[in-house]
């Protein structure tokens, strides 16, 4: 029984993440052609009046993070979430997450709910969990991740929570975005990196601290097949991450019923998310790129260094290394 409400759980979530937004904005549609058209109309009215919430630091709630739906989510991996250092409530954090993976399972379970217990380790802190703008323009959909204190990874979003909102915030970007997600696969120590400083500007000119974290096991929990550079498939793939905001995958996990067939319930592999040292930033509102590249080169190193080490730990050899494209 136990095994079942932990598939549930992380299945619930999946579904979630993939129709509940078209399945909700079809059936607020519907529903303006049926005798429910005042429900759906009072419901689009509030959209309206509500839309820029999310852009202004959205709408967290204590009992969403803290269903017991989440702990069976986070045993079924399970998902762990190591502290190294203090942070400061005091200071505001970006933390860097590493690598993608397919669904970001290690960062949701550790950042979007409380089941890790990282308003525990890290008191005073608030975690925001960036993730695509897109997202908060679904019905429904919106609102189920504003409540897990979720955020657009836009520059208005995150402006305000590290400007407009106090101290003692920690926005979560997973900067490797759509494009390292085409490129993990079980046993993958890969990150999208080198090109990627548009977050560390932004912690010099908000003088926010910057967090590498990196979850050991996140690539495990599905396989994919991952397309050469130059084929029509890649191309493919690439036209539409660029059109959508999101990289339309090929991959699979388990059965729902036979844990030997293909599915979408991700694999019960163990990820072991490790939040690392903070580099302290100063703010500095016009960075020159030399600036910005120096900082970029110094959390390059602290992620570096984090995974060579605890690697070991959670079932790598000493050889393996952390490839940064």
Not at 38 to 67: C, E, F, H
Not at 129 to 135: D, E, V
Not at 277 to 294: F, R, Y
């Amino acid at each position: 029984m136990e095994k079942h409400l932990q598939v549930i759980s992380v299945l619930q979530w999946v579904i979630s993440f993939l129709v509940m937004g078209a399945a909700c904005t079809v059936l607020l549609i519907y529903m303006f052609c049926t005798d429910c058209w005042i429900i759906a109309a009072m419901y689009t009215a509030w959209l309206i009046v509500d839309w820029n919430t999310p852009k202004q630091g959205g709408r967290r709630s204590s009992w969403v993070r803290n269903w017991t739906v989440w702990t069976y989510f986070r045993d079924y991996f399970p998902v762990r979430l190591i502290k190294t250092h203090n942070l400061l409530p005091s200071r505001n954090y970006i933390f860097g997450y590493h690598p993608h993976g397919i669904f970001c399972f290690g960062a949701f379970c550790n950042f979007g709910t409380e089941a890790t217990g990282f308003s525990k380790k890290f008191p005073g802190i608030k975690p925001s969990l960036a993730t695509l703008a897109g997202n908060f323009r679904l019905p429904v959909l919106r609102d189920y991740l504003m409540s897990g204190g979720i955020c657009p990874v836009n520059k208005n979003s995150i402006d305000y929570l590290l400007s407009c909102n106090g101290t003692g915030n920690a926005v979560v970007i997973v900067v490797g975005g759509a494009a390292e997600s085409l490129q993990c696969a079980p046993g993958m120590n890969s990150v999208t990196l080198k090109n990627r400083k548009g977050f560390v500007k932004l912690a010099l000119q908000k003088g926010s601290d910057l967090v590498p974290v990196y979850s050991f096991g996140e690539n495990d929990a599905y396989k994919q097949v991952i397309f050469e550079e130059g084929t029509y498939w890649r191309y493919l793939q690439k036209r539409l991450q660029k059109l959508l905001g999101f990289a339309p995958c090929l991959f699979h996990g388990c059965g729902l019923f036979f844990g030997n067939s293909w599915g979408i319930v991700p694999y019960g592999k163990p990820i072991t998310t490790i939040v690392g040292e903070p580099i302290t930033v100063p703010k500095i509102e016009d960075p020159s790129e030399e600036m910005v590249d120096l900082y970029h080169s110094m959390y390059v190193k602290s992620l570096q260094c984090l995974f060579d080490k605890y690697k070991t730990r959670f079932g790598l050899k000493e050889s393996d290394i952390l490839c940064i494209q």
